[in-house]
């Protein structure tokens, strides 16, 4: 019989050596005899034909046999190893899957360099460490060596490792109604999505003003505008009912996150509809929470009452005019990829065919979402706040099990979001309780003041400086409690007509939200959809602005003259 051979022998020799002494001959024949007899082989037989080995043979045939023209060497390697050198290949070394360490360098280094600074005059110290530590915060959420939500916490570590704030002072912010109803928004909108009303009304929209990305956008803007008036807050108008219709149209029109079709659709929708969403707000006395502080500071600082219709007469010129101009600017510097679809509404119209008529779940949801809305409308006079509707909303989503608390847990953008969106109002709103922005607001009247220009021109800068003072705050509510009575008092002082200072001021403390992704209420809700980078939300941010201020002094300042505002 040929010898068995393998490369993991061991130096064995060959299974034909260590052979029974009864052949498979012998044994086939043995077998075929006892068969003729009408007989099976027994164990006797058996242990006849095969001969246990001695002490000796076990010694022999263990011993390792020799190759050919060599000594016997016994071997535990494979003889393929042994013929040559082993390979051990290192394995690949582990990714880091820490922080991006330049960004992260980059925002440490520019809040130390801010802290060893000497304050300057007027300034608290504690003040001054605040505003470094506020800085770098800033710095690390636009360089994004970790998530925001985690460069935001680190924030706030730093603020109670330097004593800087306390515990409760640094997270006092999550207290925020703000914070929640953002978060509270993305909830609804999983379950707009989730029971399919989202895909229903943005087929309805498609199969109107789908045939061109532009139209499907001004339908939306106009459709946020109309609702200003009657909802006061602009996160509940964002977050409660538009971004869940944006994300639905942008999954309808093939535009998702992280497959690299946000540029199809998504990425200028979710722009257009947050940089229109602060023009509305501004349209309007009840278009945010905030404006009626505005009214309050301006009659108590000129004696002028604002009302809703003299408000409304100023703005609608300019407003319109930004909603016009905006979305169009947009789509020429940002443009969608897909910007014409003739085939689209009828699609959108065949889709609403197959879905067929509503299901209970659309139901219970649609109900919801009126119930929210009309609490959003009439909650000043039953004394219900937006954040409060929300959670009643909410609770009937959880209760009829349309969203679960297991799928709100793992809404990880609505939570990112709560994160960073309360670390930086409690850091802005700290700023101003240290003194911070008195002392800003006082340097800048001082400085303007003492150019000698006139009035239009003193005007025109403290507008500018009141504007893009908004990168220090993350609260609209923040920047106008802290900064609109001084910038008005100086810029009467200065000869500009009291109304028309109040008026300015006021419309743009809605206006400047516009500049970055915390500065009002609606932009965590848009920004945190995921389809714009965040160099980008800010780069137009600052764009938009730059036209929006030309509209609302150019033109705005034509109408006012008109209707004799001064």
Same mark, same amino acid.
């Given at each position: 019989?040929?010898? @068995?051979?393998?490369?993991?022998?061991?130096?064995?020799?060959?299974?034909?050596?260590?052979?029974?002494?009864?052949? #498979?001959?012998?044994?086939? !024949?043995?077998?075929?005899?006892?068969?003729?007899?009408?007989?099976? $082989?027994?164990?006797?037989?058996?242990?006849?034909?095969?001969?246990?080995?001695?002490?000796?043979?076990?010694?022999?045939?263990?011993?390792?046999?020799?190759?050919?023209?060599?000594?016997?060497?016994?071997?535990?390697?494979?003889?393929?190893?042994?013929?040559?050198?082993?390979?051990?290949?290192?394995?690949?070394?582990?990714?880091?899957?820490?922080?991006?360490?330049?960004? =992260?360098?980059?925002?440490?280094?520019?809040?130390?360099?801010?802290?060893?600074?000497?304050?300057?005059?007027?300034?608290?110290?504690?003040?001054?460490?605040?505003?470094?530590?506020?800085?770098?915060?800033?710095?690390? /959420?636009?360089?994004?060596?970790?998530?925001?939500?985690? +460069?935001?916490?680190?924030? $706030?570590?730093?603020?109670?490792?330097?004593?800087?704030?306390?515990?409760?002072?640094?997270?006092?912010?999550?207290?925020?109604?703000?914070?929640?109803?953002?978060?509270?928004?993305?909830?609804?909108?999983?379950?707009?999505?989730?029971?399919? =009303?989202?895909?229903?009304?943005?087929?309805?929209?498609?199969?109107?003003?789908?045939?061109?990305?532009?139209?499907?956008?001004?339908?939306?803007?106009?459709?946020?505008?109309?609702?200003?008036?009657? /909802?006061?807050?602009?996160?509940?108008?964002?977050?409660?009912?538009?971004?869940?219709? +944006?994300?639905? =149209?942008?999954?309808?029109?093939?535009?998702?996150?992280?497959?690299?079709?946000?540029?199809?659709?998504?990425?200028?929708?979710?722009?257009?509809?947050?940089?229109?969403?602060?023009?509305?707000?501004?349209?309007?006395?009840?278009?945010?929470?905030?404006?009626?502080?505005?009214?309050?500071?301006?009659?108590?600082?000129?004696?002028?009452?604002?009302?809703?219709? !003299?408000?409304?007469?100023?703005? &609608?010129?300019?407003?319109?005019?930004?909603?016009?101009?905006?979305?169009?600017?947009?789509?020429?510097?940002?443009?969608? *990829?897909?910007?014409?679809?003739?085939?689209?509404?009828?699609?959108?119209?065949?889709?609403?065919?197959?879905?067929?008529?509503?299901?209970?779940?659309?139901? /219970?949801?649609?109900?919801?979402? $009126?119930?929210?809305?009309?609490?959003?409308?009439?909650?000043?006079?039953?004394?219900?706040?937006?954040?409060?509707?929300?959670? @009643?909303?909410?609770?009937?989503?959880?209760?009829?099990?349309?969203?679960?608390?297991?799928?709100?847990?793992?809404?990880? &953008?609505?939570?990112?979001?709560?994160?960073?969106?309360?670390?930086?109002?409690?850091?802005?709103?700290?700023?101003?309780?240290?003194?911070?922005?008195?002392?800003?607001? !006082? *340097? +800048?009247?001082?400085?303007?003041?003492?150019?000698? $220009?006139?009035?239009?021109?003193?005007?025109?800068?403290?507008?500018?400086?009141?504007?893009?003072?908004?990168?220090?705050?993350?609260?609209?509510?923040?920047?106008?409690?802290?900064?609109?009575?001084?910038? =008005?008092?100086?810029?009467?002082?200065?000869?500009?007509?009291?109304?028309?200072?109040?008026?300015?001021?006021?419309?743009?403390?809605?206006?400047?939200?516009?500049? *970055?992704?915390?500065?009002?209420?609606?932009?965590?809700?848009?920004?945190?959809?995921?389809?714009?980078? #965040?160099?980008?939300?800010?780069?137009?941010?600052?764009?938009?602005?730059?036209?929006?201020?030309?509209?609302?002094?150019?033109?705005?300042?034509?109408?006012?003259?008109?209707?004799? #505002?001064?």
């Amino acid at each position: 019989m040929a010898s @068995l051979t393998s490369p993991y022998s061991l130096g064995f020799p060959s299974l034909s050596s260590c052979r029974p002494r009864a052949t #498979l001959s012998s044994l086939s !024949q043995s077998k075929s005899v006892n068969a003729a007899r009408g007989s099976h $082989l027994d164990r006797n037989s058996f242990t006849r034909s095969f001969r246990i080995p001695s002490a000796p043979d076990l010694r022999r045939l263990l011993r390792p046999s020799p190759s050919p023209g060599t000594a016997r060497t016994p071997s535990l390697v494979p003889r393929s190893a042994a013929s040559s050198p082993a390979i051990v290949s290192s394995p690949p070394p582990e990714p880091w899957r820490g922080a991006a360490l330049k960004p =992260l360098a980059a925002s440490i280094a520019a809040g130390v360099i801010l802290w060893f600074v000497p304050p300057p005059a007027g300034v608290a110290r504690n003040a001054w460490q605040l505003l470094a530590i506020f800085i770098a915060t800033i710095v690390g /959420i636009i360089t994004q060596p970790l998530p925001l939500g985690a +460069v935001a916490l680190m924030g $706030l570590g730093a603020c109670v490792l330097t004593k800087t704030l306390t515990f409760a002072a640094a997270f006092s912010a999550f207290g925020d109604p703000i914070p929640w109803l953002i978060a509270l928004a993305f909830f609804f909108a999983r379950g707009f999505i989730k029971t399919g =009303l989202g895909n229903r009304i943005a087929y309805q929209f498609v199969s109107v003003f789908g045939s061109s990305s532009l139209g499907l956008g001004y339908s939306l803007v106009f459709s946020e505008a109309l609702l200003a008036p009657a /909802i006061p807050s602009v996160s509940a108008r964002a977050g409660g009912i538009f971004l869940p219709l +944006v994300k639905s =149209l942008c999954a309808a029109c093939g535009s998702n996150i992280g497959d690299g079709t946000e540029r199809r659709l998504g990425s200028w929708l979710m722009l257009t509809c947050f940089q229109t969403s602060v023009i509305s707000s501004a349209m309007f006395l009840t278009g945010m929470a905030a404006n009626p502080l505005s009214v309050n500071l301006v009659a108590g600082a000129t004696g002028h009452t604002i009302g809703w219709t !003299q408000w409304a007469v100023a703005a &609608i010129v300019p407003g319109l005019t930004s909603l016009i101009v905006v979305p169009l600017l947009l789509y020429l510097i940002y443009p969608p *990829t897909v910007k014409s679809s003739p085939d689209a509404p009828k699609l959108a119209r065949e889709k609403l065919e197959k879905m067929g008529p509503m299901t209970k779940n659309e139901i /219970i949801m649609s109900l919801t979402l $009126l119930i929210t809305v009309g609490l959003w409308v009439f909650g000043g006079i039953l004394n219900i706040d937006a954040v409060t509707a929300a959670i @009643l909303g909410l609770s009937v989503l959880l209760t009829t099990g349309i969203v679960t608390w297991k799928e709100c847990l793992g809404e990880a &953008i609505a939570w990112d979001t709560l994160t960073w969106f309360a670390a930086l109002i409690a850091m802005a709103g700290y700023l101003n309780k240290y003194g911070l922005i008195s002392w800003f607001s !006082q *340097t +800048v009247v001082k400085f303007v003041g003492g150019l000698g $220009l006139s009035w239009q021109l003193s005007f025109g800068i403290l507008v500018l400086l009141y504007f893009y003072s908004h990168y220090l705050f993350a609260s609209g509510a923040a920047h106008i409690g802290a900064m609109l009575t001084a910038f =008005l008092s100086v810029s009467t002082a200065l000869g500009t007509p009291p109304l028309l200072s109040a008026l300015v001021l006021s419309f743009l403390s809605n206006i400047m939200g516009g500049l *970055t992704h915390y500065g009002i209420g609606s932009a965590p809700v848009f920004y945190g959809a995921g389809y714009v980078p #965040l160099a980008t939300w800010w780069g137009y941010g600052f764009i938009v602005s730059v036209v929006n201020i030309a509209i609302w002094l150019g033109v705005g300042g034509f109408w006012w003259k008109t209707i004799g #505002l001064w």
